[in-house]
Nanobody, 119 residues
Framework: VQLQASGGGLVQAGGSLRLSCAASGSIFSINAMSWYRQAPGKQRELVAKITSGAITNYADSVNGRFTISRDNAKNTVFLQMNSLKPEDTAVYYC??????????????WGKGTLVTVSS
């Protein structure tokens, strides 16, 4: 299973970005999909999570500004980020719990996409 993230970049404070992450491989089903981020010198933290039933939860720091969604037909998760702040600067990673045809349930990470918010 591979998770390919895209959509990062440089944006001014107050701007918006939309991240995408597509899962590929011998996928039987995908349970929860999540976005994490890691800022320089800090630990990786959960940003947002969405279950297969579209139940979502968010970190307090992004609640009301970020929206996670998914397209089950395309095995893709999105993160719409609005009202971006310099403290949102980080490498953003997607994560998914995936059941594969041959291995069963596993947890997978994408390589990350850099989001830089300038003040």
């Amino acid at each position: 299973v591979q998770l390919q993230a895209s959509g990062g970049g440089l944006v001014q404070a107050g701007g918006s970005l939309r991240l995408s992450c597509a899962a590929s491989g011998s996928i039987f089903s995908i349970n929860a999909m999540s976005w994490y981020r890691q800022a320089p010198g800090k630990q990786r933290e959960l940003v947002a999570k969405i279950t297969s039933g579209a139940i979502t939860n968010y970190a307090d720091s992004v609640n009301g500004r970020f929206t996670i969604s998914r397209d089950n037909a395309k095995n893709t998760v999105f993160l719409q980020m609005n009202s971006l702040k310099p403290e949102d600067t980080a490498v953003y990673y997607c994560n998914a719990d995936v059941s594969t045809v041959y291995i069963g349930l596993g947890n997978y990470w994408g390589k990350g996409t850099l989001v830089t918010v300038s003040s």
